[in-house]
């Protein structure tokens, strides 16, 4: 008797505590990112967070558009570039403050998305991405080019752009700078999330899964194409003009390859499809270059009195794409796709129907 | 309702619709028959604004020519959603459900323009009155379903949309003989609940035993119409297109 009632209490304790939604996972994940600055890990730490989310909306606003509609893109460094560089403009030029910079940076994005939107309905698949690949290569030459350095800045770009708290002494501009960019990534986040699942993500997928059938359906394609390349632009700028303001700089790497893969490398790592993945994407990422191989390791050669070799820089690059490589080739779902997946089989096998009887049936064996 | 004048179509300079002449009156069951290659999804692709639409990877759009009136209205311009909402509702070549929805979802998204929810609930379990196995496999992935079922599937998402006019593309295609006969009889019961239909077959023997008036296709050309007993009486057209 009494050991059945403790039966009964573990298996519902154990019902539960697996049960737990990926919703309130990722509430737990912000929970815990909210309390990192009081864990005193020091302004660099603080620095490399702040980049993961910057990363982290830039990430999500290329999976809407890819993951979910299937418009393969390989230049998001445009929107990403276009940010910046709105930003910069403002500021050189008419000395906007950045409440105003950071709207216009974002509206400026969306509008570039959507007329890219439109000779990008023309072609799929691999030449959709090379095309797409191209735009930022033209902006990026474009912004380099002598003639127009007066304006653009040349190589350099835009140096000293406002930071967002001058006010405040370092260590806690920091701080607030990392509340207001996780607020941001917050924000985005959850708005993208109720995007891809609203009807409207619901349309999204129907065109990745099938065009003519969604047009049977009486899908105006092109206008839903339109709406992704714009919604995700608009997010993208917004990460590039927070980069220029967090870095203080917009310089002609914004519009490079390197920024045009980063969010292809982030989504598949975190689960291409999913919005939720490419954030933890970014901080796996985060934590894999830019802490465990440019800070860990040189440490923990020094402890034992080594130094590392200058070439190391190179090596890095390689140790990290092999990482990568292995994870995404581990896991071709993404990280955080295979986590869900595991509670989610969890969830499933204590489905609500199942578990009654099953208890029931454990509790009559044992009684008699 | 339908009436169609000089329809012709060319793909890349090739001709695949030439001067097709068609009509189809309220309430009609009406059946295109021809081989392979004959134009006959063309025919159905063009009536609903599908084949001038952009197709991403294509060169060259297909241009077409002539007249299609819908109700006395002008629709050779319109964008294939456009003429959805008219209620002309094609039901596609090779089923293409959506591999990565449910069955709901499939049907769903044929509701998609609708916006009476009400009746929406309504035709959905009309739907599974007359397709009792989507019911069943309501929440099953469709790419998971056989291909009986994924053209009832396809059927019933065209239901889903309220058609007025129902375009139908071989869908008997690859089915076994026996389902090919469910199939039909459902065809037959949306047409008696008053939609009036245009389907396109490869088939003869199926579109001879169903439809009110018959079109023969070959090779881009209307040969001639008519309603069975008539085309059966000539012995050219019997033997020839017919192949009975
Ligand atoms: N997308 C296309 N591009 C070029 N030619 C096509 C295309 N689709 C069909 N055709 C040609 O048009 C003709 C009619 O094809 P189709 O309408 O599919 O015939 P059916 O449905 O009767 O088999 C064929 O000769 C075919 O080769
Ligand atoms: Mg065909």
Redo the contacts between chains.
Sequence with gaps: MVRSYFRRAYSSFTAHVFDIPPRFMAFLFFLLLLTVPAMQLGSYVLRLLIMANIFAIFAVSWDLLVGRTGQISLGHALFFGIGGYTSGLLFQFFALPIWVTIPAAVAIGALAGFLIGFPC?????P??ALITMAFPLILSNLVKWSPLEPIFGGELGFRSLPPFFPFLPFTQAIMAEYYLILLLLFVSSIVIYKIANS?TG??F??IL??????????????RYKIFAFTISSFFASLAGCLQAHILKLANPPMFSLDISFLPVILTFLGGIGTIYGPIVGSYIYVILDRYIMSILLPKAFESVGWTLPREFDFAKLLIFTLIVLVLIIKWPRGLARFATDELQNLEEARDLDERGPRIWKRYKKTKH | MLEVQDLTVHYDGAMALNRVNLEVGDGQFVGVVGPNGSGKSTLLRALSGILTEVEPGKKERPSLSGSILFEGKEISKLKAWQITKLGIIHCPERRRPFAEMTTLENLEMGAYLRKDKKDVRKDLERVYELFPILKERANQMSRTLSGGEQQMLAIARALMSKPKLLLIDEPSLGLAPILKETVLKTIKEIWSSGVTILLVEQDVAITLATAQKIYILAHGRMVTHGAKEELMKDRDIREVYLGL
């Design positions: 309905l023309r072609v799929k698949g030449y959709l009807k619901i349309v997928v129907s899964d099938d065009e003519v059938a969604s047009k049977a359906c009486g899908i105006n394609v092109t």
